[in-house]
């Protein structure tokens, strides 16, 4: 298998790496080192956090060759998102926007109804749209007819490094929804970005898991390859597990003679 | 010593205590033109900590909190209690953690602007009260201008306006043309200014203000009483509703405070968390935050105090906020020296002021006429310096997070 082929798709910008790189959390000089040895393609960028030309602005540390995620954290419904995502047009000069409405400052889950609406709006006017979930089927295919160019479900409460909380659901969006699944927020560790890969999909995001780490640099790394791993184990399909004692050569056939 | 006759006595003279024995009007009354809510919260703050006997709290309270994942309200009251002071270093260590996992090494920077320090309030403990002979002032708008130029040239995107409070003096309008011009300089507008009604609130949103802080002082109804002489501070559940009206009114988020040390500390720091709990549950977008100001014990004074709040209850305290409400945000005042407060960012503070002047119109060099301070400030670093001293201790400062929209 040539994993250099192994190219996905989110709108018209195709990608190698499969890891997304969240950048808060964590001192702004240490993201061109986590991007390096994470080997991000992507990173995304709070647009609240921009401080166009001032003191501690985040754009100026985010490396020219990758492309820049912004997000609407912040926004309490769709207007508000889409209102961030038009100024994070014009800040980052990027069409790529990730949406978060969250109406819950306790535990910042995403508003499912509103990301519809926003998406819908905003895929309208050319925006590749990026919606972070709740791993709703229903939901998700809303998303997707509303032109969602991804669906981002995510794993655990943001922040919470607890891994794969949401795991059957998230299978049931891989298995049936026809766009790049991203699993966002959640993820605590590299083994869980591993199985997330594992079980399809399309690539995954984390920021907490590396800026509570004890060290940002070597962690990104490590999120990297586990990344990795879980992809190339993908794509190599998964050998069967056996859901008790070991393999007994035809349990149910066997009396067959002929 | 009982908790009721506690008092810091640095903060009496003679003129309050003749002021103290004349009739008073009703503090739980409201005045005409007073919105009334009509909000159970009050109540159930008042109840919850008149009950909290913190004395009955064990060690093995404090040690069952620690092991919770999720604080309840009788886990916070554990780690408020005398009992938990033994756990500092662990109950540190763990509002670092949790810190750490909502806000990463985040820390906000921000600068309060003093534009006027009139008041019609008599709080016999504050600089500002009205019977200060202190030099007053109000900034005009070009005044008010070339103070937040003068901000914005050290890099800061986020003020807090403060105004003293006086009604007639800083109308709503008058703080209305503030926050206009503070929009453009800023990103984040915060108010400090005296509580008002919801359509005001809503009046100052539009101006471009995001968030509102009201300090209660106290939560303790009787001693609030005694120490608000006069004025529309002195109606109680108005000042205690303010943040819900602010929010009514579409503030993005709200800040509370209990002033440490006016009353039993441990029962305002509960009645503070209990308050913005029940905020948060009531109004979930709400984004809530709290400010940790003490009045310092007297160095020297021979009343050993149990209720004094030294440098360790001021750390318990803002740790059993962080461990009650994780996502919640905590200021740090420069009423705090450098030391402590370089200290409290790195364990549970997420905002600290730097650049400070509680003085009217000292950041603009050619305004004259400048009032007088509310308090002295023990923690004089430019941005500059706040900026180097958060980065040297590998946080990240941050000067915008918001964006109004």
Same mark, same amino acid.
């Given at each position: 298998?040539?994993?250099?082929?192994?190219?996905?798709?989110?709108?018209?910008?195709?990608?190698?790496?499969?890891?997304?790189?969240?950048?808060?959390?964590?001192?702004?000089?240490?993201?061109?080192?986590?991007?390096?040895?994470?080997?991000?393609?992507?990173?995304?960028?709070?647009?609240?956090?921009?401080?166009?030309?001032?003191?501690?602005?985040?754009?100026?540390?985010?490396?020219?060759?990758?492309? =820049?995620?912004?997000?609407?954290?912040?926004?309490?419904?769709?207007?508000?998102?889409?209102?961030?995502?038009?100024?994070?047009?014009?800040?980052?000069?990027?069409?790529?926007?990730?949406?978060?409405?969250?109406?819950?400052?306790?535990?910042?889950?995403?508003?499912?109804?509103?990301?519809?609406?926003?998406?819908?709006?905003?895929?309208?006017?050319?925006?590749?749209?990026?919606?972070?979930?709740?791993?709703?089927?229903?939901?998700?295919?809303?998303?997707?007819?509303?032109?969602?160019?991804?669906?981002?479900?995510?794993?655990?409460?943001?922040?919470?490094?607890?891994?794969?909380?949401?795991?059957?659901? =998230?299978?049931?969006? =891989?298995?049936?929804?026809?766009?790049?699944?991203?699993?966002?927020?959640?993820?605590?560790?590299?083994?869980?970005?591993?199985?997330?890969?594992?079980?399809?999909?399309?690539?995954?995001?984390?920021?907490?898991? =590396?800026?509570?780490?004890?060290?940002?640099?070597?962690?990104?790394?490590?999120?990297?390859?586990?990344?990795?791993?879980?992809?190339?184990?993908?794509?190599?399909?998964?050998?069967?597990?056996?859901?008790?004692?070991?393999?007994?050569?035809?349990?149910?056939?066997?009396?067959?003679?002929? | 010593?009982?908790?009721?006759?506690?008092?810091?006595?640095?903060?009496?003279?003679?003129?309050?205590?003749?002021?103290?024995?004349?009739?008073?009007?009703?503090?739980?009354?409201?005045?005409?033109?007073?919105?009334?809510?009509?909000?159970?919260?009050?109540?159930?703050?008042?109840?919850?900590?008149?009950?909290?006997?913190?004395?009955?709290?064990?060690?093995?309270?404090?040690?069952?909190?620690?092991?919770?994942?999720?604080?309840?309200?009788?886990?916070?009251?554990?780690?408020?209690?005398?009992?938990?002071?033994?756990?500092?270093?662990?109950?540190?260590?763990?509002?670092?953690?949790?810190?750490?996992?909502?806000?990463?090494?985040?820390?906000?920077?921000?600068?309060?602007?003093?534009?006027?320090?009139?008041?019609?309030?008599?709080?016999?403990?504050?600089?500002?009260?009205?019977?200060?002979?202190?030099?007053?002032?109000?900034?005009?708008?070009?005044?008010?201008?070339?103070?937040?130029?003068?901000?914005?040239?050290?890099?800061?995107?986020?003020?807090?306006?403060?105004?003293?409070?006086?009604?007639?003096?800083?109308?709503?309008?008058?703080?209305?043309?503030?926050?206009?011009?503070?929009?453009?300089?800023?990103?984040?507008?915060?108010?400090?200014?005296?509580?008002?009604?919801?359509?005001?609130?809503?009046?100052?949103?539009?101006?471009?203000?995001?968030?509102?802080?009201?300090?209660?002082?106290?939560?303790?109804?009787?001693?609030?009483?005694?120490?608000?002489?006069?004025?529309?501070?002195?109606?109680?559940?108005?000042?205690?509703?303010?943040?819900?009206?602010?929010?009514?009114?579409?503030?993005?988020?709200?800040?509370?405070?209990?002033?440490?040390?006016?009353?039993?500390?441990?029962?305002?720091?509960?009645?503070?968390?209990?308050?913005?709990?029940?905020?948060?549950?009531?109004?979930?977008?709400?984004?809530?935050?709290?400010?940790?100001?003490?009045?310092?014990?007297?160095?020297?004074?021979?009343?050993?105090?149990?209720?004094?709040?030294?440098?360790?209850?001021?750390?318990?305290?803002?740790?059993?906020?962080?461990?009650?409400?994780?996502?919640?945000?905590?200021?740090?005042?420069?009423?705090?020296?450098?030391?402590?407060?370089?200290?409290?960012?790195?364990?549970?503070?997420?905002?600290?002021?730097?650049?400070?002047?509680?003085?009217?119109?000292?950041?603009?060099?050619?305004?004259?006429?400048?009032?007088?301070?509310?308090?002295?400030?023990?923690?004089?670093?430019?941005?500059?310096?706040?900026?180097?001293?958060?980065?040297?201790?590998?946080?990240?400062?941050?000067?915008?997070?918001?964006?109004?929209?």
């Amino acid at each position: 298998m040539n994993t250099e082929k192994d190219i996905w798709k989110l709108g018209n910008h195709e990608f190698t790496s499969r890891f997304i790189l969240g950048s808060g959390k964590y001192s702004l000089e240490l993201i061109q080192v986590a991007v390096e040895n994470a080997g991000a393609q992507i990173v995304t960028m709070a647009l609240r956090r921009a401080n166009e030309g001032g003191l501690a602005n985040i754009l100026d540390y985010i490396p020219e060759n990758v492309t =820049i995620l912004p997000n609407t954290s912040g926004a309490r419904n769709a207007e508000e998102a889409v209102r961030i995502a038009r100024l994070a047009r014009e800040v980052c000069g990027s069409e790529f926007i990730k949406i978060e409405i969250m109406r819950d400052s306790r535990y910042l889950l995403p508003d499912n109804y509103e990301t519809v609406k926003a998406t819908e709006i905003l895929a309208k006017e050319g925006f590749v749209v990026m919606p972070y979930m709740y791993p709703d089927l229903n939901v998700a295919r809303d998303m997707a007819d509303a032109g969602a160019a991804c669906i981002m479900p995510l794993g655990a409460p943001i922040g919470s490094n607890k891994g794969l909380c949401t795991k059957e659901f =998230i299978q049931i969006l =891989i298995d049936e929804i026809d766009l790049p699944i991203i699993v966002d927020a959640g993820i605590g560790r590299p083994s869980q970005a591993c199985e997330a890969m594992e079980m399809g999909a399309a690539a995954v995001m984390a920021n907490t898991a =590396i800026a509570s780490s004890g060290d940002v640099k070597a962690m990104a790394g490590a999120m990297g390859q586990a990344v990795q791993a879980g992809r190339t184990a993908y794509l190599a399909g998964l050998g069967q597990t056996r859901t008790r004692g070991g393999s007994a050569s035809s349990p149910l056939t066997g009396y067959l003679r002929d | 010593m009982s908790t009721d006759q506690h008092i810091n006595e640095s903060i009496l003279n003679d003129e309050i205590r003749e002021h103290q024995k004349e009739n008073r009007t009703d503090h739980m009354a409201y005045l005409p033109d007073m919105e009334n809510i009509g909000s159970e919260m009050l109540e159930q703050v008042l109840t919850e900590t008149a009950a909290y006997d913190y004395d009955a709290f064990t060690a093995d309270d404090v040690r069952h909190a620690l092991r919770q994942e999720r604080k309840s309200l009788r886990d916070f009251q554990a780690l408020l209690s005398p009992a938990a002071l033994p756990f500092l270093e662990e109950i540190a260590q763990q509002a670092q953690a949790e810190t750490q996992k909502y806000f990463g090494n985040s820390v906000s920077m921000f600068t309060p602007v003093y534009i006027a320090n009139y008041c019609e309030n008599y709080c016999i403990y504050c600089g500002f009260n009205c019977h200060n002979r202190i030099r007053r002032a109000q900034l005009n708008p070009e005044e008010i201008r070339r103070e937040f130029a003068a901000v914005a040239k050290t890099g800061l995107k986020e003020v807090l306006i403060l105004t003293g409070e006086s009604r007639k003096k800083s109308t709503v309008e008058y703080i209305g043309e503030a926050v206009k011009i503070a929009r453009e300089y800023f990103r984040v507008i915060g108010l400090e200014v005296y509580p008002m009604n919801s359509d005001e609130y809503a009046y100052l949103h539009k101006c471009g203000a995001d968030y509102v802080t009201v300090f209660q002082e106290t939560y303790n109804p009787d001693k609030y009483e005694t120490l608000h002489l006069a004025g529309h501070k002195r109606v109680f559940p108005y000042r205690f509703h303010a943040q819900e009206r602010a929010l009514m009114g579409g503030m993005r988020g709200v800040g509370l405070a209990a002033l440490l040390g006016l009353d039993d500390f441990r029962k305002d720091a509960f009645a503070t968390g209990m308050h913005a709990y029940l905020l948060q549950k009531k109004y979930p977008h709400a984004e809530i935050a709290f400010s940790c100001p003490r009045l310092c014990p007297i160095i020297n004074n021979d009343k050993i105090n149990p209720m004094d709040v030294h440098e360790a209850q001021l750390l318990q305290v803002v740790c059993a906020y962080r461990l009650f409400m994780p996502f919640a945000g905590i200021t740090i005042s420069s009423r705090e020296c450098a030391r402590v407060r370089d200290n409290l960012v790195q364990i549970a503070a997420t905002k600290i002021s730097a650049g400070v002047s509680t003085g009217i119109g000292e950041h603009g060099e050619e305004v004259q006429d400048k009032g007088d301070e509310q308090f002295e400030i023990s923690d004089g670093r430019t941005v500059d310096e706040v900026y180097h001293a958060l980065t040297d201790h590998h946080l990240q400062p941050v000067m915008a997070d918001y964006i109004y929209v």
